[in-house]
């Protein structure tokens, strides 16, 4: 049975010992590793405190529903 747990028990050792000797490294790693939870579990996190998602933006500018008028007095002509 303990030959079982043995890789688990070196990669400890091994990831305890890079947090002494480098630790920007390691925790830039374990804070990489928390991404994908995190993605995972605080959008139903929000919904239930209440976040209602904000309406979508608009694509286009609404065209006014009448005949155009052609433009004067500014010499396209």
Not at 16 to 36: D, K, L, M, T, W
Not at 66 to 74: H, I
């Amino acid at each position: 049975m303990a030959a079982l747990f043995s890789p688990f028990r070196s990669s400890y050792r091994y990831l305890q010992r890079q947090a002494h000797e480098n630790p920007v490294i390691f925790y830039s790693c374990v804070i990489g590793g928390i991404g994908p939870v995190i993605a995972l579990v605080v959008p139903p996190i929000r919904e239930r405190f209440g976040y209602v998602p904000p309406p979508p933006i608009p694509n286009g500018y609404p065209v006014p529903n009448r005949a155009r008028r052609p433009v004067q007095g500014y010499e396209d002509a």
